[in-house]
């Protein structure tokens, strides 16, 4: 268990309560802060007040791309700060995107796209990758 | 206007040059489909060029000689059959006898021609294998666009099913694992919660078998004179433990009997809906009210809430498959996305429509137009022949 003044916090934003629920659970069992909004507007408020360590968003939410937005927002005001985008875009449209590439990362703000429903312990893997790299700058691309 | 490609197959130049001269400034004009045709002809002499000339661009329509040098106007036929082409076949024979006219037409022939044919005659044939053909491409271009629907459709219910199951999954893999300490009223709350989500899923099967079964007009209706004010009664009394839980008032305004002729079911799931909602997506302490008024052959359903409301944006995409409005004030709130575009389809199998009026946080009045149902509108509504009208002409 890490310590409590090192934790690192982690803003979690879904429309689905139940989503909310569970992730912030998993997280917090492996010893981050959690701070949960429920939708775009919400999260967009907390923001304003808080410097998260790292960001998930689901994509669709009152707007069809508040997760987009919310990605824009947290890399203008902090822009050292991972994000992870929850979509379940794929299955809907048939739409893929990914971040593999430098200028796809350049276009959707962000760090890691995952495929809604995403397991809490897939989520916590890719939360502990990112917290481990430093991602400012483009220094993990050459890595 | 656009221009067909028709392909004349015979030996003698005369007859080419013939049927290139009498299509030249041929229209055929099919106003049910928009559609205005004219013909562009390519020639060929014999079976080897015409071969050659269809693998080089297909035509639509070609136009076969029985009796050709190399080899004969059925074997052609076959020959073209097996490319497996979208165009269709006039044969043109000098000996019209019944047995090759049988074979032709097995190997895919539209229609025959009697040699020596007039003009007319030709234009005749061309006009009508035109508009055959023209139409097998519409039925089959509208067969696509609906297998197309049907996939985003289904495309969407999967996604739309597999949020409630990753959330009940999530939850059991938790009490399994006991993963959230030890206090058990958290596993309370999670039990609860799976069985919220899973009520939602039964909720969106039941609404799902329902807008399967109207659509596919293979349910029987069952149509008799009713009184619609008497489904409302009960349909109220059903929803008021609901709406007591919620603290909402739910009232019946009919004044008088509202006969209609309908399937009792159907006009049920129409009230069941719109009152469901209205409580749903009301306030605490807020109001319901459930109107009824008849005419002649026609009854207008009116039901009013004192809720949350919508945008004039979100109320235009309100009864579209799926829809559901997105927002801080109907998070909680669980449904389908399908309560309303069942009302809107079974509205328009009694000649009606449903319609919203709606501002934020005020409420909003959904009104339903229903008129008689026809005795002989045993499937889709569009199955049935318009009426002649007076003055049609």
New interface residues.
């Given amino acids: 268990m890490s310590d409590k003044s090192s934790a690192r916090t982690i803003l979690v934003v879904d429309d689905d309560p139940d989503v909310v629920e569970q992730l912030t659970l998993s997280l917090a069992a492996k010893g981050y802060k959690v701070v949960a909004a429920g939708s775009q507007a919400e999260a967009e408020e907390t923001l304003l007040g808080l410097q998260p360590d790292l960001a998930i968003f689901d994509l669709m939410m009152e707007n069809m791309d508040s997760g987009f937005v919310l990605c824009h927002t947290v890399k203008k005001l902090y822009p050292g700060t991972p994000v992870i985008l929850l979509t379940a875009v794929t299955a809907q449209t048939g739409v893929a995107f990914a971040t593999q590439t430098a200028e796809a990362r350049s276009w959707i703000k962000a760090d890691t796209v995952l495929d809604k429903p995403a397991r809490p312990e897939q989520i916590a893997a890719e939360v502990a990758r990112l917290l481990r790299t430093p991602v400012a700058g483009d220094a993990h691309a050459h890595a | 206007m656009d221009n067909l490609r028709l392909q004349v197959v015979d030996d003698e130049q005369g007859m080419r040059l013939g049927v290139a001269r009498a299509l030249r400034h041929f229209r055929v004009s099919l106003p049910e489909l928009d559609g205005d045709f004219g013909f562009e002809v390519v020639e060929a002499a014999d079976g080897r060029q015409a071969l050659e000339l269809i693998g080089r661009q297909a035509p639509d329509v070609l136009l076969l000689d029985h009796k050709l040098p190399d080899t004969s106007g059925l074997e052609l036929l076959e020959q073209i059959r097996a490319m497996n082409l979208d165009l269709i076949v006039i044969m043109a024979t000098a000996y019209a006898s019944l047995e090759t006219a049988v074979a032709a037409t097995k190997s895919g022939a539209y229609d025959f021609l009697a040699k020596p044919f007039t003009p007319e005659e030709l234009k005749d044939s061309v006009r009508k294998a035109t508009r055959h053909l023209m139409l097998q491409r519409e039925a089959r271009r509208l067969a696509a666009e609906k297998r197309q629907i049907r996939f985003r459709f289904i ?2 219910l ?2 739309e099913m ?2 409630p ?3 009940v999954e ?2 059991l893999r ?1 009490i399994k694992e006991r ?2 300490g030890d206090d058990p009223a958290v596993y309370d709350h999670m039990v609860d ?1 799976s069985l919220v ?1 899973l009520e939602g899923m039964r909720k969106m099967i039941f609404d799902l078998l329902d807008l399967t079964a109207i659509e596919s007009g293979q349910k029987k209706r069952e149509l008799a004179g009713l009184d619609v004010v008497e489904v409302a009664q009960a349909a109220v009394e059903t929803f008021l433990p609901d709406a007591r839980e919620r603290r909402v008032t739910l009232t019946l305004d009919a004044p008088a009997p509202a006969p209609l002729f309908a399937d009792r079911g159907e006009i049920e799931i129409i009230l069941n809906n719109l009152i469901s909602n209205a409580i749903k997506y009301n306030r605490d302490g807020g109001s319901v009210t459930v109107s009824v008024a008849g005419g002649t052959g026609r009854v207008r359903l009116v039901v009013r809430d004192t809720g949350i409301g919508m945008t004039a944006a979100d109320a235009a995409r309100l009864f579209n498959d799926f829809v559901r409005i ?3 004030k109907t ?2 709130i669980m449904g389908s996305g399908l309560g309303l575009s069942i009302v809107k389809k079974l509205a328009s199998q009694y000649d009606g429509g449903v319609s919203v009026a709606s501002e934020p946080d005020k409420g909003s009045v959904f009104t339903v137009e229903l008129a008689n149902a026809r005795p002989e509108a045993g499937g889709p509504a569009e199955a049935v022949p318009a009426p002649a009208t007076a003055g049609g002409n």
Avoid: D, M, Q, T
């Fill in positions: 495309s969407v999967a996604h597999k949020a199951l990753a959330a999530g939850y938790i993963a959230a919660r989500r997105k927002n801080e998070r909680k």
